[in-house]
């Protein structure tokens, strides 16, 4: 069983950086995406930025110009850099394998804290 294992979560304060990773146990060349996802509690799970083995990336409007998101499609891994980061961004951010057929593939997550 493949899976995605995110690193790199943890507490930092109100405008603090953090860098997520995400690399998968073993390379799957059918994933043609790559995404990182947050879910705080009570909401929805929404994309955050989002990556193609063409370097093509996407980003939610609220993280423009604070995050990045980089990485490797065709290996698997992405990283997902984080500046300025607000309170209300603390989430489990999760990294995402989007394949052409079936289910996508998801990481157990990685909590992020922002707090003073």
């Known amino acids: 069983q493949v899976q995605l294992v995110e690193s790199g979560g943890g507490l930092v304060q109100p405008g603090g950086s953090l860098r997520l990773s995400c690399a998968a146990s073993r390379t799957l060349s059918s994933i043609y995406s790559m995404g990182w996802y947050r879910q705080a509690p009570g909401r929805q799970r929404e994309l955050v930025a989002s990556?193609?083995?063409?370097?093509?990336?996407n980003y939610a409007d609220s993280v423009k110009d604070r995050f990045t998101i980089s990485g490797d499609v065709a290996k698997n891994t992405e990283y997902l850099q984080m500046s300025s980061l607000k309170p209300k961004e603390a989430a489990v951010y999760y990294c995402?394998?989007?394949?052409?057929?079936?289910?996508?593939?998801w990481g157990q997550g990685t909590q992020v804290t922002v707090s003073s």
């Open positions: 990556i193609t083995r063409r370097n093509s990336t």
């Open positions: 995402q394998g989007a394949v052409m057929v079936g289910p996508d593939y």
